[in-house]
């Protein structure tokens, strides 16, 4: 069974750049997270979807940061524009009933 | 505001000797608690979790502790081996099962000397 996939592994863009983050959960599973985890410190709770619907966004950080999870499958996180303290490792989690959450290995963003 | 506190930055342990790793929490709502491992480049692995309602949880060289009172729990690993030297995170979530999100520690990092 494949696990959680996250593109791209490594993303480097300017500041004002767009970059749009994917994550393809483990099939069948409901719930979706994101989490950041900035150099040396705590991982950070960003959103969560139950199938296509926000259950909890209150851990986006502004209005620079769009996710979505059309269909329930698949999300994206479009940050849009990058500012230097967006810099750090998106994780991306699944779940499903009866499950604990399974981490993708995480795409790590440098905003320059 | 760190509501998942874990004092210890980094730990050494011999091999075949135990390693405790300890937790605080601040928040009361906290019901279910979890231990994350992680290796570089990956992503966190679930290694272990137990419910308010038990005070300690066993799997194989895991043993999970929760001091309710004290606010605390602490992941023990007995026999220590060089393939769990990772950095391993505690994690809180008010719900069983974690079905919201999940509050995390800095992490701590362990070293499993040979």
């Known amino acids: 069974e494949a696990g959680v996939t996250q593109f791209p592994s490594h993303s480097v863009i300017e500041k004002g750049q767009t970059v749009t983050l994917r994550c393809d959960p483990i099939s069948g599973h409901d719930n979706l997270y994101w989490y950041r985890r900035v150099m040396g410190k705590e991982i950070k709770f960003l959103l969560h979807?139950?199938?296509?619907?926000?259950?909890?966004e209150s851990g986006m950080p502004n209005n620079r940061f769009l996710a979505e999870r059309t269909g329930g499958t698949y999300s994206t996180l479009k940050v849009q524009p990058a500012e230097l303290e967006d810099s750090g490792v998106y994780f991306c989690a699944s779940q499903g009933l009866g499950t604990e959450a399974f981490f993708g290995q995480g795409t790590r963003l440098t905003v320059v | 505001d760190q509501q998942v506190k874990q004092n210890s930055p980094s730990l050494s342990v011999q091999e075949g000797r135990i390693s405790i790793l300890n937790c605080d929490y601040t928040?009361?709502?906290?019901?279910?608690f979890l231990w994350y491992k992680k290796y570089p480049a990956e992503g966190p692995t679930f290694l272990i979790s137990?419910?308010?309602?038990?005070d300690k949880n066993e799997d194989g060289r895991f043993t999970v502790f929760l001091n309710k009172s004290a606010k605390n729990l602490s992941l023990h690993i007995v026999p220590s081996q060089p393939g769990d030297s990772a950095v391993y995170f505690c994690a809180a979530s008010a719900t069983p099962g974690g079905y919201q999100k999940v509050t995390f520690g800095i992490g701590t990092k362990l070293q499993v000397i040979p």
């Open positions: 928040n009361s709502m906290f019901d279910y």
């Open positions: 979807f139950v199938k296509e619907s926000k259950q909890d």
């Open positions: 137990i419910s308010s309602i038990k």
